[in-house]
């Protein structure tokens, strides 16, 4: 039985999307966005995107190989089904997530963290971190503009989940090259 669910975004995080059909009977290639795919092997179902809502899908098989991430769906039994799904992204629910050591974090944690540079001190609140690719950054408006901090060790000295902090120690010249006016 499928069902849409209404529960907020923030109580789900993205575990990864689906790429491409895999065969004519509805298998799919997905991508598992996440350090360790291993970890999420024995998963019983999957929360997919559809028209904005997360519609909740029994998993009958999974596969997960070094370079390869095969899921079968309960429901999604040919080829034109499989089709439809591809790009869909696919969540969990936040509480599944393994508990992190103290000064880790999972991005959806520090959404409304207060940035507060070595430096500069206060600089305004994690907008959301998104994925350039090879490095992941923080979004945030400082003086009415959208900066981005790259997420690094060398930059973010530290998370603190008690008081919904993230130190910043920035490089030089960072925020002044958000500030200045393009012409």
Do not use: W
Not at 169 to 179: I, M, N, Q, S, W
Request: aromatic content about 8%; glycine content about 8%.
């Amino acid at each position: 039985m499928i069902f849409f669910c209404n529960m907020a975004k923030q109580e789900y995080f993205e575990l990864g999307q689906i790429n491409k059909p895999h065969g004519v009977k509805g298998g799919m290639h997905v991508h598992l966005d996440v350090d360790d795919p291993l970890l999420y092997e024995d998963l019983d179902a999957v929360f997919v995107q559809e028209n904005g809502e997360l519609v909740p899908y029994f998993i009958e098989d999974l596969q997960i190989r070094s370079n390869i991430q095969l899921m079968q769906l309960e429901g999604i039994n040919d080829l034109d089904a499989a089709k439809a799904m591809v790009g869909a992204k696919l969540f969990l629910p936040v509480e599944v997530l393994p508990d992190l050591g103290e000064n880790q974090f999972y991005f959806h944690e520090i959404i409304g963290f207060q940035v507060v540079d070595a430096k500069e001190g206060n600089l305004g609140l994690v907008k959301e971190v998104i994925s350039l690719g090879a490095q992941e950054v923080i979004s945030m408006t400082y003086q009415h503009k959208e900066v981005l901090i790259p997420l690094s060790d060398a930059i973010v000295s530290r998370v603190d989940k008690t008081q919904k902090i993230v130190h910043t120690d920035l490089p030089d010249g960072l925020l002044a090259v958000y500030l200045e006016d393009a012409h």
